[in-house]
């Protein structure tokens, strides 16, 4: 068995879908593209984007002396859905933090490696770090980026997390995939905002998830008034792509959502407590919001009548 063969393997018996391989390198094709939706102020407030422009495109600057990038797929799909009229957040953030579970996984896996393999210096990353996630999965032949710019996979759709190892040990890379978008415009048709400029190119400072998690003011109008159901993040542009009939249901207890999350309807998120707020949410990325946050979102999504 190859140390490739032997990753796949590991990384399966962890619970991820997928793996693919890259040569460590700058990504000088991608250069212009970020440079270019920066000074677009596509970022919005996420001032964080800006920094380490280098960092995101050279994986060797993380890591000195790394040769390799390998990229996993892990499925967090869970069709399952609150009250009808009720306020929605996005699957991904159901269960638990994702930043966590599979950072878990990936020490894991890195500790595996080292056992198996001898002395490997490498960093586990899970959207913790500037790190060009898709590009990466792209060019592993995880999949390709579809025009609403996340990574699509033929067999998964889109409702996977990225995750990275970025190490010294030189594997031998994968060729990338295809683009399978064809002339579909679904996504592009379905975004409330606007957001999805052309194909592969997102507004991120009019994405809903931008309006719910990232926007720390007041959301303004007309955004507000598109946000319903949507209190953090939003699944759309997911939920038209054809490529998701291909989803199936996760299989990881921890992305399990709390037992009362689902049951909540529109009167009990525009009546939660605080206390409420930290039980449900205790450990889920929603923290990320903070209770003001969420507060803010609900009564932009779902405004109260003012007899109330």
Same mark, same amino acid.
Request: aromatic share 10%.
């Given at each position: ?7 796949? !393997? ?19 094709? =991608? ?28 994986? !060797? ?53 080292? !056992? ?17 996630? !898709? ?36 594997? =031998? ?136």
């Amino acid at each position: 068995m190859t140390r490739k063969e032997w990753l796949v !393997r590991e990384a399966k018996a962890l619970g991820f879908e997928a793996v693919g391989v890259s040569k460590a390198r700058f990504l000088d094709e =991608e250069a212009d593209r970020l440079e270019e939706w920066l000074k677009l102020g596509y970022h919005g407030e996420m001032g964080y984007l800006e920094r380490n422009f280098d960092l995101r495109l050279d994986p !060797r600057k993380l890591v000195p002396g790394a040769k390799t990038v390998v990229s996993l797929l892990f499925n967090y799909h869970n069709p399952d859905q609150p009250p009808a009229d009720a306020p929605r957040i996005a699957s991904y953030a159901y269960g638990q933090d994702y930043h966590h579970v599979l950072k878990w996984k990936l020490k894991e896996l890195m500790k595996g490696m080292q !056992r198996e393999w001898g002395e490997v210096e490498g960093r586990v990353f899970v959207d913790s770090a500037p790190v060009h996630e !898709r590009a990466w999965a792209a060019e592993s032949g995880l999949g390709w980026v579809g025009k609403n710019s996340l990574l699509l996979n033929q067999g998964m759709g889109s409702y996977f997390f990225i995750a990275e190892i970025i190490m010294d040990v030189e594997l =031998e890379p994968d060729a990338p995939s295809s683009d399978h978008c064809g002339t579909c415009t679904r996504c592009i048709d379905a975004c409330p905002t606007g957001a999805i400029i052309q194909s592969q190119v997102v507004d991120g400072s009019k994405c809903i998830s931008y309006y719910t998690i990232e926007l720390r003011g007041a959301i303004p109008e007309p955004a507000a008034q598109q946000l319903s159901p949507w209190v953090f993040g939003c699944d759309i542009c997911q939920e038209v792509c054809p490529w998701n009939r291909h989803a199936t249901r996760h299989n990881e207890p921890l992305f399990e959502p709390h037992p009362d999350l689902l049951g909540l309807d529109a009167a009990d998120w525009q009546e939660m407590t605080e206390e409420v707020f930290r039980s449900v949410f205790k450990k889920s990325a929603v923290k990320r919001s903070g209770y003001q946050g969420i507060l803010r979102n609900v009564q932009a999504a779902f405004p109260r009548d003012d007899g109330e």
